[in-house]
């Protein structure tokens, strides 16, 4: 029978595998330069300046502005 600590290393577990495979989802979407979000491709100028940058500039507002309005909740 399983108790709480069991349970937590198996939802720890399965947190990380699932982190991973966005992470692979991610790698391998960007190496196509397009925006995860949408499918739209990145423009070059993006890419240019932000190589690490996984979507387009009108998805990472979109990002940014949620995440603004969740910190001031």
Do not use: F, Y
């Not at 939802?11 to 949408?38: F, G, K, M, P, Y």
């Amino acid at each position: 029978m399983a108790d709480n600590a069991d349970r937590a290393a198996v939802t720890i577990q399965q947190s990380l595998e699932a982190t991973l495979a966005r992470r692979a989802t991610l790698a391998t979407r960007a190496t196509h330069d397009e925006c995860v979000d949408c499918g739209n491709e990145i423009p070059a100028q993006r890419r240019k300046a932000a190589p690490w940058a996984t979507t387009c500039i009108e998805c990472q507002g979109l990002r940014e502005m949620r995440r603004k309005h969740v910190r001031q909740s």
